[in-house]
């Protein structure tokens, strides 16, 4: 079999090769950046530098920057953190979290996890049939509830791609004076982000969806806003300990400014025309396909549909044996498949969700493959449907 | 062929897996996903369905070098095993949940899926042999190591599912060398424990799992002349054949132990009686099937054996396709009646409950299996009164 054609850029984007080459010539540098010798100061200013590069990158200023492992990590420190902080007298002042099911999975179980130990409250926010969030019920939560902890919301989602309204909702939150946490880590390096024009109290990011390692992420933190940290050691960092990572940072800081570069110049449009082309493929040669999330505001690089009669899992089996890489868009949460739970947070009906696809373009991505996979599809739909959903009464044995 | 290789995470199924590859067929493994709740990540695994036992089959999938993928079936697994189990023992019956998972799950569910996909077979770890006939007809016949035969819970199987099986570890001599095997081959299983009990039961508490499902009640524990002798905390706490916790006074009238003949859930009623009315001398039932090629006249008593539990001895036996009148307590000889699997041992089988698979033998050959829906008891209760 050839190579198979890569389009799950939203799971991790293949590392560009200028990154590699920072990544592998700052892996060969020693130096603790706590270290107070020379060799450690080298190491510091790779550090910072690579701080600086990321905060450009969206707005922020490099004492905005708090390094982590990753997305998750970011995630996890923002919401509970910023948990914490809102609620740091004897009592909980303000334990209500508003909140929209469609957030991904990192956010969801950490506002879980608060009302479960913590005593958190959630007022889950609805969204519409297309992923956007409610801001009728997002006011009237905010009006009617003198106790929010904070908001917490996607940039863009990353199964369906609806780009949310992120500054009606932070104009919405600041008149109540609560603060707003965003997930870009999905929009990052795909959509113009300025966080200080934001008004975000706090904002996540990772650096491999943007051609970066997987494994250095950041939580940006606005200068206003307090975030308890999670970690406590050596006090490296404004909301986090630990040994900082420096070759990790300057691999994130080298893909951060090509990926800035990249989004002012010609990535998002080029990936528009692509997935616009894609789109309008599917939808002609699957006419049953229906494209989910919004249709206008959405992530350039992101497709979603969802083919009835079918088990996203087969489709998946058969697309990756005719050598195409995608996602059925869901969490797989614990080994499991389960039917996506933004879709069914859009009011779809199990059956209907559980035939999803995700496909998602990247820096990488060519007309050629796009083409490819609209001529693979249609086989793979019709076969995938004879074998029908997993859940209905079977012939054999009965 | 194009082979998909039905992965638990066990040892077992691994090297069945390897086998079908060495074979020459392109294989594909896939993991079973039966619980939507597999909870946390469960170290020292037995039975199925956790975290771990998906990452040692990807693991084992990856040594061998083919693609693997998880497929979920837990909503058919949950009504057709799960429910259908607890519905079973809440009718007084004793189902065998690993046979209606190959029944309807493994060689139905995931067959059919695996056939659509364009799959030519399931391959299974099952430890059974697939042998053909003078005509090429697919027989299924018992394992080679009788210690670790498990064509009984396959007996089930139609000819037209035995079609698409495949059990490549049917000729091993031993489950020894199944396990040397995985450890040549590298697998992080080799020395994996056998799972054991039911895999929806992880704690294997079956009675405990059963009563916080169906919940439980005092009722009267009765003799064979429906005399009360006792109370009970939830007819479904016991079995047919139980001798132990049954309270009813020792010694008994007559000195002899007494075991649970009968268990009524519908009234609540335990019924018990000597060991001598566990014995049965006819059992039979209307939900039948043939494995592979039927007699060619089963309405006329054939000579066979019968095996009522997995690891029971097979007792020789005749048996026959009859007639039973669609309603039990039908005396008319015209009354509406469909056919009947009978069984007839040579000695009586001591202890069978309704819902047990009778699967029927020839040599080593599996002919085919029913349901057992009645017995006849081998010491009627006049008899025993008699005698009492």
Redesign the interface.
């Known amino acids: 079999m050839t190579v198979a054609i890569y389009l799950d850029h939203a799971a991790t984007t293949p590392m560009l090769p200028e990154v590699i080459a920072a990544y592998t010539s700052a892996l060969s540098v020693v130096g603790n950046p706590s270290s107070i010798h020379s060799q450690g100061q080298n190491a510091k200013r790779m550090l910072e530098e690579a701080r600086e590069q990321v905060a450009a990158s969206v707005g922020a200023d490099p004492v905005e920057v708090t390094f982590t492992s990753g997305g998750t990590e970011a995630i996890n420190l923002a919401v509970k953190g910023l948990y914490w902080a809102r609620n740091s007298g004897s009592s909980l002042s303000r334990p209500r979290i508003l909140v929209a099911r469609t957030e991904h999975h990192a956010t969801i179980d950490s506002v879980e996890w608060l009302a479960a130990h913590e005593g958190a409250i959630i007022d889950w926010i609805p969204v519409d049939p297309l992923g956007r969030i409610s801001l009728a019920a997002l006011d009237a939560a905010l009006s009617s509830s003198p106790d929010v902890a904070f908001v917490t919301v996607l940039w863009a989602n990353n199964e369906v791609g609806t780009i949310q309204p992120v500054a009606e909702i932070v104009a919405l939150a600041s008149a109540h004076g609560v603060p707003v946490h965003c997930d870009a880590v999905s929009a990052y390096g795909y959509l113009p982000i300025d966080f200080h024009a934001s008004g975000l109290a706090a904002m996540s990011i990772s650096a491999h969806k943007i051609g970066g390692p997987v494994g250095a992420g950041a939580l940006v933190i606005s200068r206003a806003a307090t975030v308890t940290p999670l970690i406590h050691g050596g006090n490296q960092q404004r909301a986090r300990s630990g040994t900082q990572d420096a070759a990790g940072a300057v691999a994130f800081g080298a893909a951060a400014g090509v990926a800035v570069a990249r989004l002012a110049d010609t990535a998002a449009p080029h990936l528009r025309t692509l997935r616009d082309r894609l789109i309008a493929g599917v939808l002609a040669a699957v006419p049953s396909a229906v494209l989910r999330g919004d249709p206008v505001d959405r992530l350039p690089g992101n497709a979603h549909f969802t083919f009835p009669g079918c088990e996203g899992d087969s489709l998946l089996f058969l697309l990756d044996a005719a050598g195409f890489s995608v996602s059925t868009g869901s969490a797989c949460q614990a080994g499991v498949p389960e039917a996506s739970h933004v879709l069914l947070a859009m009011g779809l009906p199990e059956a209907e969700a559980r035939g999803a696809l995700r496909v998602t373009l990247g820096h990488a991505t060519t007309q050629a493959e796009v083409d490819a996979f609209v001529a693979a599809l249609p086989g793979a739909v019709e076969q995938a449907r004879s074998a029908g959903y997993a859940d209905r009464l079977t012939i054999l044995g009965r | 062929m194009k082979v998909l290789a039905a992965m638990s995470g066990g040892v077992d199924s691994a090297v069945a897996a390897a086998r079908a590859v060495d074979a020459g067929h392109e294989v594909?493994g896939v993991?079973l996903?039966l619980?939507?709740t597999?909870?946390t990540l469960r170290t020292g695994a037995r039975g199925c369905c956790t975290?771990e036992d998906?990452?040692d089959a990807q693991r084992a999938a990856n040594i061998i070098g083919i693609?693997y993928?998880?497929?979920?079936?837990?909503?058919?697994f949950k009504?057709d095993v799960v429910d259908d189990f607890i519905a079973e023992y809440a009718a007084g019956r004793t189902p065998n949940p690993c046979m209606r998972c190959n029944?309807?799950i493994k060689?139905?569910?995931l067959?059919?899926?695996a056939l659509?996909?364009?799959f030519d077979a399931v391959a299974t770890g099952h430890y059974a042999s697939i042998e053909l006939d003078e005509h090429g007809n697919r027989e299924l016949h018992r394992a080679s190591d009788w210690a670790k035969d498990q064509s009984y819970v396959l007996g089930?199987l139609?000819a037209?599912?035995l079609a698409h099986s495949m059990f490549p570890l049917g000729a091993t001599p031993s489950k020894a060398e199944v396990r040397a095997e995985a450890a040549a081959r590298g697998f992080s299983v080799a020395a994996k424990p056998d799972s054991h009990d039911i895999c929806f039961i992880p704690d294997g508490d079956t009675r405990g799992w059963l009563a916080d499902r169906v919940g439980s009640e005092q009722g009267a524990i009765l003799d064979r002349s429906g005399e009360r002798i006792g109370t009970h905390e939830g007819a479904l706490a016991f079995t047919i054949g139980q001798r132990k916790g049954l309270n009813v006074g020792y010694p008994t009238d007559d000195g002899q132990p007494r075991f649970v003949l009968e268990i009524r859930p519908k009234t609540n009623e335990v019924v018990v009686g000597p060991r001598e009315a566990l014995a049965v001398e006819e059992l039979a039932g209307t939900t039948f099937s043939w494995t592979g090629i039927p007699p060619v006249d089963p309405s006329t008593p054939f000579d066979c054996e019968v095996q009522v539990r997995a690891h029971a001895d097979p007792v020789p036996a005749m048996a026959w396709v009859g007639r039973a009148p669609l309603n039990p307590d039908a005396t008319d000889c015209a009354a509406p009646s469909r056919d009947e699997l009978v069984i007839v041992p040579n000695q009586p089988i001591i202890g069978l409950s309704p819902g047990q698979t009778a699967v029927l033998y020839v040599g080593t050959r599996v002919l085919g299996q029913c349901t057992v829906e009645r017995t006849v008891s081998a010491a009627p209760v006049e008899q025993a009164a008699l005698a009492r």
């Open positions: 594909v993991h996903a619980s939507r597999p909870g975290i998906s990452m693609p993928y998880v497929w979920d079936f837990s909503t058919r009504e029944e309807r060689f139905a569910a067959l059919e899926k659509a996909l364009g089930v139609t037209e599912q």
